[in-house]
């Protein structure tokens, strides 16, 4: 197992082979990378109270910070943070205890807090942030801190979502054919 790549206690996170963990990336614990996920240069993803799931064709990007809420009475499930299928998690994003639907674009340098719900198909602009239990429908972009519903994204933007992670598969495909073995 690589060293960026480790157990916490009895968890071993599970990472499919056709991911991609950037060899600066941190991966601890309770996490599942499903197929063709990325994970950039200095991102962290620390599951070590509770656990992270990241969807197929998921970029994380460079310096985020992925985290989780443990478990209590009050509260036996915690804060996991899950993540969809096609999910583009722009520069410097921290991600905390929250859900993520397919399809959505967080811009750089946001914040999105435990129990945020963030629907299908959303556009979070850069610097925003999403306060904890706050829910973001699906097909609007949003920005702001605190975060405000702006306006319905376009057709156009609504492609864009698909487009990035796909972009973002075909540029792991070149780093991982590029590393030496």
């Not at 943070?81 to 340098?109: A, F, M, P």
């Amino acid at each position: 197992m690589k060293n960026n790549i480790r157990s916490y206690l009895d968890k071993q996170p599970q990472v499919d082979t056709s991911c991609y963990i950037d060899d600066m990336a941190v991966v601890i614990g309770d996490v599942i990378l499903h197929e063709e996920v990325s994970v950039w240069p200095f991102a962290v993803v620390r599951a070590d109270v509770n656990r992270i799931e990241i969807g197929a064709r998921s970029n994380i990007q460079d310096h985020c910070m992925l985290h989780v809420s443990h478990k209590t009475a009050e509260k036996p499930d915690g804060s996991p943070l899950l993540i969809g299928d096609d999910v583009t998690v722009g520069h410097h994003v921290n991600l905390h205890g929250c859900q993520i639907g397919n399809r959505v674009l967080v811009g750089i340098n946001s914040i999105v807090l435990d129990d945020a719900v963030i629907e299908d198909e959303v556009m979070i602009g850069a610097g925003s942030l999403v306060p904890p239990r706050k829910k973001l429908l699906s097909g609007f972009l949003y920005m702001g801190s605190p975060v405000q519903q702006v306006r319905a994204l376009t057709e156009k933007e609504r492609a864009f979502l698909r487009y990035s992670a796909r972009h973002y598969v075909e540029v792991m495909q070149h780093h991982r054919s590029g590393q030496i073995k």
